[in-house]
């Protein structure tokens, strides 16, 4: 188990939902946290009610200047976690170029962005913690997943290659590949979602992985089985299979 007592954690995407329960859970058990997002006012409150050290820190992870500044002066850290996303569901016969572009920029330029302006202190040390926000989606495409899947697929690629680089320099790499939770951004999906899990939950089961030494969780297990499955199928009985989940989304 982790021991998480007196770390300094840069937590990004922090206002709401995961991000948000996922805050309580790390300043439970005394982790000290930087708290990110673009809503001030939120993070501000989100400060004041942890029970642990907590600083609000607004930021932009599409602005690469904000990224840098952030990151230059919020002193040295133990760890980082990327939660920052969003997400928009969307067919080919909805295309939304501006949307595509916006969840590219956010969920994976976003990420890039953050880790780039950190990993060196932590090379430097030799030690630092990255955790990285995929999805279930990301595994294969489903329909109406336009824009969404593909950038948590490349979310998921880029902590794989950390994963490998990364081995033996004391930064350790972990990856959350989350199913629908039922959150602002969840509530958009317009597909019914049984597996649907509350913020609380879902940042127990993050929780639990970050203190563990596995590098990848897939959660819920129920609702990760049959993504997981999919990589294995031949292609006709994949898009046979698949087809059904999309018929409820329309945009």
């Known amino acids: ?13 922090a206002s709401e939902g995961l991000g948000r329960e996922l805050a309580f859970c790390l300043s439970k ?11 001030g006012p939120r993070l501000d409150t989100l400060a004041e009610a ?8 607004p930021m932009d992870v599409t602005d690469p200047a904000a990224v840098r500044e952030a990151a230059g002066g919020i002193g040295a850290i133990d760890g980082v976690i990327c939660l920052a ?8 016969q909805g295309w939304d170029q501006e949307r595509i572009e916006e969840m590219m920029q956010i969920n994976y330029l976003g990420a890039t962005r ?18 990285l926000t995929g999805a279930l989606t ?5 329909p109406g997943s336009i824009g969404h899947g593909a950038s948590k697929a490349a979310v998921m690629h880029l902590a794989e290659a950390l994963h490998h680089d990364l081995r033996g320099t004391g930064v ?5 590949n989350p199913g629908t939770i039922r959150t602002r951004l969840g509530a ?9 899990m509350e913020p609380a939950r879902a940042a127990r089961e993050a929780f639990e992985h970050m203190s563990s030494d596995r590098f990848k969780i897939n959660f819920p297990y129920g609702a990760s089985l049959p993504l997981r499955a999919a990589q294995f199928l031949p292609d006709w009985a994949y898009y046979r299979l698949f087809a059904r989940t999309g018929r409820e989304g329309r945009n």
């Not at 188990?1 to 995407?13: A, E, F, I, P």
């Not at 996303?85 to 080919?92: I, Q, S």
């Not at 958009?188 to 649907?196: G, I």
């Open 188 to 196: 958009r999906s317009q597909t019914d979602a049984p597996f649907a």
């Open 138 to 142: 990301g595994f294969r495409a489903v």
């Open 29 to 39: 058990v005394g982790a000290e946290l930087v708290l990110s997002a673009r809503t």
């Open 85 to 92: 996303g969003t997400r928009w569901p969307m067919r080919a």
């Open 50 to 57: 942890l029970p642990g050290r907590a600083t609000a820190l």
């Open 1 to 13: 188990m982790r021991d998480w007592q007196g770390k300094r954690y840069w937590l990004v995407g």
């Open 172 to 176: 350790e790499v972990q990856l959350l």
């Open 114 to 131: 953050v880790i780039g302006a950190v990993l060196p202190g932590f090379l430097e040390r030799g030690a630092g913690h990255v955790v």
